[in-house]
């Protein structure tokens, strides 16, 4: 599967990067708020099992905050709702500074 990263490359399907993602997630919530090794494998497999071709990372961040949802770790989902923010604040204020940055050196 190649997935279609928000400036339109398509890069290989990584397993590992979800795993990771809801991991740094896990990290910031109590026990049992969690999501068990089984809980992300469960993820993982509802994503390949789509069998797409191709997909928007975006999509599969949904997919992944409906799924911690659908499993009632309300909290987990919102951190990582609030990661996907951050980082998306993150990606808009660089790509501000080169903007500012090619405009300063014309």
């Known amino acids: 599967m190649k ?3 928000r400036d ?3 890069v290989d399907y990584d397993r590992e990067k979800i795993r990771v ?3 740094k997630a896990n990290n910031e919530v109590r026990s049992k708020e969690k999501a068990t090794k089984e809980d992300i494998k469960e993820i993982i497999k509802y994503i390949e099992d789509l069998g797409k071709k191709r997909m928007l990372v975006e999509d599969i961040q949904d997919i992944i905050e409906e799924k911690l949802m659908e499993i009632q770790k309300f909290e987990l989902a919102k951190k990582y ?3 996907r923010y951050t ?3 993150v990606r ?3 790509t501000t500074d080169e ?3 090619r405009i300063n050196s014309k």
């Open 3 to 5: 997935i279609i990263k």
């Open 8 to 10: 339109g490359r398509a």
């Open 21 to 23: 993602a809801i991991e």
């Open 81 to 83: 709702i609030v990661y």
């Open 87 to 89: 980082r998306a604040l």
């Open 92 to 94: 808009k204020q660089n």
């Open 99 to 101: 903007s500012i940055l």
